[in-house]
């Protein structure tokens, strides 16, 4: 990569890509439409598919249909964008329709006890992804795997290299569209994966909201009580959990939890919490880089000074929710790490998680953790660069929205201080 330029300066989807696009929007423009995308369609489709027809607690229509609206009216998707909607509902209707299915084959699914998960939280782009892999490395411990949340059916070992081998299809496909996402955040089949993957089936997951410029499903998701959500994430859990019976820690990540805290608790009321800490400077231009390069693969029409400032009034009103919420916590269930913590030494701040808590962290445990760092340090070189100033707001601005935050937690005078410098470039 040039390392003069912005990650998303680089983004430049490969020849055909942009010829498959440009084809689609040729028939657009000779208003030759593609069949418009329809709830009630594609769960009759689902339903043919796998031959069934519960879907099991809790309602989805309404929630479905309002995101396929949304993307039909503004989400400005390209062909691959069209296609990739229709595949990621169809598969996640026929995941629930199955993983339904196994819960009455398999009565015991239903009986796994899920006890005192731990969240990782805090800003995106913090070292929440770092974290939640270090501390699944723990043999102890248990984390959704990218494999496992795209392919939860049947819940034992049957086929189970073919759905990791599809997995890895899957990702590789990705990383051939856009390229430079591997720079940003890293994917692949036993990567473990962020939790609002979990409440997908239930179409209530900003997971939707990160991938398509949706503002009004956006806007209608933010009203929801999003327990039933919560609820789904409980039972999908249980599902991973009967396919490895052992019973280990669930380590869970999800900078999104922190703007449903009532809802998550009223179902995991034992739950622990990691929070992680940066300035909001440095996650705010980072976390709008990498949305800019994710839609960039489903839209050709990606604005970074919206989604910049979608993200600044979203982040900003989470973590405003979320202070309140932990104060309520008792203060052995939360523990604070900062990202440069993670990012200089991640063994000790792992370790630190581990003495907060009381775990035990075994010599095997801490070997599986360095060999990790070590090869995440190979890819050091592959910089994800980016700079505030490119989606048209100022250090005053974003420090303006997170004032109480920088304030409670230290950063303030070095946030401050760092609006006269350059661009960041992180690994």
């Not at 720079?183 to 692949?188: D, F, L, M």
């Not at 916590?329 to 000790?348: F, G, Q, T, V, W």
């Not at 360095?370 to 601005?397: P, W």
């Amino acid at each position: 990569m040039n390392n003069s330029a912005t990650t998303i300066q680089q983004v430049r989807p490969l020849l055909p890509v942009r010829l498959f696009n440009g084809f689609g929007a040729l028939l657009e423009k000779a208003r030759i439409r593609s069949t418009p995308i329809i709830a009630a369609d594609l769960i009759g489709t689902a339903k043919r598919r796998c031959g069934l027809d519960d879907f099991g607690e809790g309602e989805l229509f309404e929630a479905l249909s309002r995101l396929l609206d949304s993307c039909r009216d503004e989400a400005r998707l390209n062909l691959i964008g069209k296609i990739a909607l229709k595949v990621d509902v169809l598969q996640a209707l026929c995941a629930r329709l199955k993983m339904e299915r196994d819960r009455q084959l398999h009565p015991n699914i239903s009986r796994q006890e899920i006890r005192k998960p731990l969240f990782i939280v805090g800003l995106p782009r913090s070292g929440t992804s770092v974290l939640h892999r270090l501390l699944a490395a723990d043999p102890e411990h248990r984390a959704p795997l990218m494999w496992e949340v795209r392919s939860p059916s049947p819940p034992n070992r049957v086929r189970e290299k073919r759905r990791i081998q599809q997995a890895a299809q899957s990702s590789n496909f990705f990383n051939w569209i856009v390229p430079t996402f591997r720079y940003v955040h890293a994917i692949g089949p036993e990567v473990p994966q962020e939790c609002v993957s979990l409440m997908t089936p239930t179409f209530l997951s900003d997971q939707f909201d990160a991938m398509y410029y949706v503002p009004s499903y956006r806007a209608w998701f933010f009203q929801q009580d999003l327990r039933p959500a919560y609820e789904f994430h409980r039972r999908f859990l249980q599902h991973l959990q009967f396919r490895r019976a052992a019973r280990r820690r669930w380590i869970l990540k999800a900078p999104t939890h922190m703007s449903a805290m009532p809802a998550l608790l009223s179902v995991y009321p034992d739950a622990l919490f990691v929070q992680t800490h940066r300035t909001p400077l440095d996650s705010m231009a980072s976390v709008s880089s990498l949305m800019t390069i994710l839609r960039s693969a489903f839209s050709d029409a990606v604005d970074p000074v919206t989604l910049c400032r979608e993200a600044i009034d979203y982040w900003s009103d989470a973590i405003g929710k979320f202070l309140p919420e932990r104060d309520r916590l008792a203060d052995n269930r939360i523990c604070d790490i900062k990202y440069d913590e993670i990012r200089c030494d991640p063994i000790s701040a792992a370790g630190r998680i581990y003495e907060y808590f009381g775990w035990s962290l075994s010599r095997e445990a801490e070997q599986r953790m360095r060999s990790l760092v070590a090869i995440q340090a190979d890819r050091l070189s592959a910089n994800h660069r980016y700079d505030l100033s490119q989606f048209g707001f100022t250090a005053a601005e974003v420090l303006h929205a997170f004032a109480p935050y920088c304030q409670r937690f230290g950063f303030w005078h070095s946030a401050r201080a760092q609006q006269k410098q350059p661009a960041r470039s992180i690994a």
